[in-house]
Each structure stands twice: as structure tokens, then as C-alpha cells.
T-cell receptor, first 114, second 112 residues
Framework: DAGVIQSPRHEVTEMGQEVTLRCKPISGHNSLFWYRQTMMRGLELLIY????????DSGMPEDRFSAKMPNASFSTLKIQPSEPRDSAVYFC????????????FGPGTRLTVL | QQQVKQSPQSLIVQKGGISIINCAYE??????FPWYQQFPGKGPALLIA?????SEKKEGRFTISFNKSAKQFSLHIMDSQPGDSATYFC???????????FGKGTTLSVSS
């Protein structure tokens, strides 16, 4: 089985540009999570969806960040405009709540904003 | 209340030794406590997990000890190996379908 797929794996962009990160969860999973990892703040939740519906977006830093899940097999995290402080590794994770607690993480997208 | 406090930040252990990482929490509504292992350039992966109705869970060389009254739990790695060198995160959540709250992580180095 394919795990959680994220693209791109690396993204380098300039301040002010729009950045879109993509995630394909494990087939059959109904919960999807976006996390951000930095040295200073560790792993922090940005937003999560259950059955494609956003449940908690309190971790989204500000209006520059938005996330969508148009269907069960795809989600995007968009940053517009990007700033250097957004540089981090962004992880997507999925799980099947009701049957298992395990969250499966993707390989992450390393974002660098110059 | 939502925090999970993890210590130490880094740990160096000799091959064959015991690695111990500790976590503490405040929210008594937490009902699931996993440990995740992360290698450089990879996403975190579940290592072992425990629920508060059990005081200890062992899987191979990895053991979680859980103290509900003290609101603390710890990961013990017996016979530590160089391949165990990684970053370890404790986490907690309140109910199924909610996000994990992670500790800040412990970087473990096992010297040969």
C-alpha cells in the first residue's frame, strides 16, 4: 500500500509568492492533518479534517494560510503571500478514526522562503 | 493545559544502555498516548502507544511506563542500538478523530 504522498518534497520560493503544498492521504482514511515542524516550535498542528470537513483550524497562523480538502483523496495547503518565517517542514498525516488511532505521516515538504 | 512537556531535549547513550525519555501532561481528558520516532528527512512514525487504563506496555525493546496519578509517561529503550538514533516525540490526544499534541522531541544518539 502506498503511504501518504506529499508534493513537492522541496520548495524554494521568494517572499511574497504563493505556495501550494499537496497531500494524498492513504486510501480509506477519513481524517487528514496538516502539521508544521520547526526547530523552535517543534511539531504543531495547523488544521485537520474529518470526512473532508475542516474541524479545527485554530493552528493556522493567519489569513495567509488556507487549506482545502475537495475530496477524500486530496488536500492542499496554500500560503499567500509567503514570508521567510513560513520556512519549515510541512507534514500531512492521515488516519481512520473509529478503527485505529494511528496517524500515518507523509515524508513532508521542506519549504524555504527567501 | 493542552501542552505535553518532554525531557530531555537530547540524550547520548552507549550501545547496550537504557534510554529513558519522559513526558508530562496536565489535561486529564487525554486518553491516548503514543510515541513517534523520526529519522532525518522522514516523517514521524508510530513506535508504541498506551491508554491510561494500563500502567505499562512493552513491545520488544521499547516500553511505555504510565503514571496516571502523576500525569506522566515515559519511554524506555532497552539495549539501545545505533539504529535507534533518531528524534522521539511523545504525544497525546483527547478522543479519536482529533489531532495529536506533540512534545518538543528528544534527539537520541546511541554511540557504538
Amino acid at each position: 500500500d502506498a503511504g501518504v504522498i506529499q508534493s513537492p518534497r522541496h520548495e524554494v520560493t521568494e517572499m511574497g509568492q504563493e505556495v501550494t503544498l499537496r497531500c494524498k492521504p492513504i486510501s480509506g482514511h477519513n481524517s487528514l492533518f496538516w502539521y508544521r515542524q520547526t526547530m523552535m516550535r517543534g511539531l504543531e498542528l495547523l488544521i485537520y479534517f474529518n470526512n473532508n470537513v475542516p474541524i479545527d483550524d485554530s493552528g493556522m497562523p493567519e489569513d495567509r494560510f488556507s487549506a482545502k480538502m475537495p475530496n477524500a483523496s486530496f488536500s492542499t495547503l496554500k500560503i499567500q503571500p509567503s514570508e521567510p518565517r513560513d520556512s519549515a517542514v510541512y507534514f500531512c498525516a492521515s488516519s481512520y478514526y473509529g478503527a485505529s488511532d494511528t496517524q500515518y505521516f507523509g515524508p513532508g515538504t521542506r519549504l524555504t522562503v527567501l | 493545559q493542552q501542552q505535553v512537556k518532554q525531557s530531555p531535549q537530547s540524550l547520548i547513550v552507549q550501545k547496550g544502555g537504557i534510554s529513558i525519555i519522559n513526558c508530562a501532561y496536565e489535561n486529564t481528558a487525554f486518553d491516548y498516548f503514543p510515541w513517534y520516532q523520526q529519522f532525518p528527512g522522514k516523517g514521524p512514525a508510530l513506535l508504541i502507544a498506551i491508554r491510561p487504563d494500563v500502567s505499562e506496555k512493552k513491545e520488544g525493546r521499547f516500553t511505555i511506563s504510565f503514571n496516571k496519578s502523576a500525569k506522566q509517561f515515559s519511554l524506555h529503550i532497552m539495549d539501545s542500538q545505533p539504529g535507534d538514533s533518531a528524534t522521539y516525540f511523545c504525544a497525546a490526544r483527547t478522543q479519536a478523530g482529533t489531532a495529536l499534541i506533540f512534545g518538543k522531541g528528544t534527539t537520541l544518539s546511541v554511540s557504538s
